[in-house]
């Protein structure tokens, strides 16, 4: 898996666990759905750090508990 393939799932799990929508979550971090969108789709292809870190803070969550889990290991390079 490839670090694009990781963060859809990360991002979709997370919005499953606190029941929102990608809409939902795109207005809990102050930011466009598009964003979101192209980061799901697949179009965005090296996101910012900072958007992630968006998201975690309209999840309530460090930066460092979105990436403290078990599909950002071993992850392809390319």
Do not use: Y
Request: charged share 25%; aromatic share 4%; glycine share 6%.
């Amino acid at each position: 898996m490839d670090l694009q393939q990781a963060l859809k799932c990360r991002i979709l799990d997370l919005c499953k666990k606190h029941n929102v929508t990608i809409n939902g979550l795109a207005m809990l971090s102050g930011m466009p759905q598009s964003t979101l969108n192209s980061l799901i789709d697949g179009s965005s292809k090296n996101p910012k750090l900072l958007t992630i870190l968006r998201l975690c803070l309209g999840l309530n969550m460090e930066l460092k508990e979105f990436f403290d889990d078990s599909i950002f290991k071993n992850l392809d390079d390319e």
